[in-house]
């Protein structure tokens, strides 16, 4: 069965910074395409970023609000997937969901994590 | 890069038919085959229903059904149920970087 379990949800005040982590589990992490999703209070869903599997470059991709803000990385000794938010703004107040799949279709979602920037 | 277009709710009765669509560009959902769709209860996670316009994943009932018409996807729910009263959200694969585009999310409610 496949799991993906987010953390590192909290309150920050702008121009903080978070990490967030995915722990991966029932499907081979190494190979896949992960993408973090996230979802503001009341709104849709936007996507924020994703990695390659290291066999298709391991490169990394982001939506243009956060573009060099947010780094995604993962760990494929640990099925790990991470989001380090730097320079964090109001807007990005958001639950943050940790998902699979590659050609904009996402196969597997996580509970998501709930990141609240204010002062 | 604006949201791919869906109508804010939709609505309607146990039993009936009803469809969502999600209106893009040729750049988007009339040039690929890669619409999703998407199943969000309140305050949980979205739930993978549709992907390449049609195919339903291993344990979606059969009676969501998905279709594309030029730059028009389309998610028919058939013998609407109580249980299927939730926001829907469509996908697309898009040609400008990073390829990636959701539709604004329709909220169906069953009356």
């Known amino acids: 069965e496949v799991q993906l379990v987010e953390s590192g949800g909290d309150l920050v005040k702008p121009g903080g910074s978070l990490r967030l982590s995915c722990a991966a589990s029932?499907?081979?992490?190494?190979?896949?395409?992960m993408s973090w999703v996230r979802q503001a209070p009341g709104k849709g869903l936007e996507w924020v970023g994703r990695?390659?599997?290291?066999?298709?470059?391991?490169?990394?991709d982001y939506a243009a609000p956060v573009k060099g803000r947010f780094t995604i990385s993962s760990d494929d000794s640990k099925n790990t997937l991470y989001l380090q938010m730097n320079s964090l703004k109001t807007e990005d107040t958001a639950v943050y969901y940790c998902?699979?799949?590659?050609?904009?279709?996402?196969?597997?979602w996580g509970q998501g994590t709930l990141v609240t920037v204010s002062s | 890069q604006s949201a791919l277009t869906q109508p804010a709710s939709v609505s309607g009765s146990p039993g009936q038919s009803i469809t969502i669509s999600c209106t893009g560009t040729?750049?988007?959902?009339?040039?690929?085959?890669?619409v999703s769709w998407y199943q969000q209860h309140p305050g949980k996670a979205p739930k993978f229903m549709i992907y390449?316009?049609?195919n339903r994943p291993s344990g979606v009932s059969n009676r969501f059904s998905g279709s594309k018409s030029g730059n028009t996807a389309s998610l028919t729910i058939s013998g609407l149920q109580a249980e299927d009263e939730a926001d829907y959200y469509c996908?697309?694969?898009?040609?400008?970087?990073?390829?990636?585009?959701f539709g604004g999310g329709t909220k169906l409610t069953v009356l």
């Open positions: 996908s697309s694969f898009t040609s400008s970087s990073p390829h990636v585009i």
């Open positions: 390449d316009v049609s």
């Open positions: 990695i390659k599997s290291k066999t298709d470059g391991g490169t990394t």
């Open positions: 029932g499907f081979t992490f190494s190979n896949a395409w």
């Open positions: 998902t699979t799949g590659r050609a904009a279709r996402f196969d597997y």
């Open positions: 040729s750049s988007d959902v009339g040039g690929y085959n890669y």
